[in-house]
């Protein structure tokens, strides 16, 4: 059987037009929304290896509305929207995503004659472990260190995209940015009314029914 959501019932677009965000807050929401899953800064090769390591990263439940992961990390590029900071071990960020993905091409192709979008799933994850370790090696890496890849783009770009995402706010019951209403009950364990709840064993209905009450 599977499992239950753990914030059944809840949507936080429920809260786009109440007191929880203000305007400049939904054009924000509104343009992730409409970000579309389709390049405009990688070219075909690169798109297809970005899918395939989002795929990865971040896997999603297809009975969930999907979160266009790469096609936020595409137009996050496509605008050069930086972190204001880099590793220094590393070049600009749209060089790094660039010179990262042909790079794990060429180590799929060496190890399995195959880029990295056409090889299993078993296989993919041995790259990407080898990358974290920072083991792999090709020239085409052209002296950026894997692992710092891995850790300061790929994780970080990757996994910050999915969780900037509604669909992923809904799933992990967060209320969003809430300006201008605002948190105001921090202590651990407590809530404020208009937060999603979290459904307990035994008691999933309830939480359904009171998450479809939030606004």
């Known amino acids: 059987m599977k499992p239950l959501p753990r914030y059944p019932g809840y949507d936080v677009m429920t809260k786009r037009d109440t007191s929880s965000w203000d305007e400049v807050t939904r054009n924000v929401i509104d343009e992730r929304l409409a970000t579309p899953n389709d390049p405009q ?19 999603q439940d297809r009975q969930r509305p999907a979160v266009p992961v790469a096609g936020l990390v ?36 060496a190890r399995h ?7 299993d799933d078993e296989a993919r994850h041995a790259l990407l472990t080898d990358m974290q370790r920072g083991t792999l090696d090709s020239d085409e890496w052209r002296g950026m260190p894997p692992a710092v890849f891995f850790a300061e783009r790929v994780l970080h770009d990757i996994c910050g995209m999915y969780f900037a995402h509604p669909h992923a706010w809904s799933e992990i ?25 979290e459904a307990k064993p035994g008691h999933e209905e309830d939480a359904q029914k009171e998450n479809r009450r939030v606004r």
């Open 41 to 59: 800064f990688f070219d075909a090769v690169e798109w297809r290896a970005l899918c395939a390591l989002c795929a990865c990263i971040v896997p």
């Open 74 to 109: 595409d137009a996050r590029l496509a605008k050069s929207t930086g972190d204001g900071y880099r590793d220094a071990r590393l070049p600009p960020m749209r060089d790094a995503w660039r010179i990262g993905l042909r790079a794990l091409d060429a180590e799929s192709r």
């Open 113 to 119: 004659e195959l880029p990295f979008t056409s090889i």
């Open 173 to 197: 019951g967060f209320g969003g940015p809430a300006n201008p209403r605002g948190y105001v009950r921090m202590v651990a364990n407590r809530r404020d009314p208009w937060e999603a709840a």
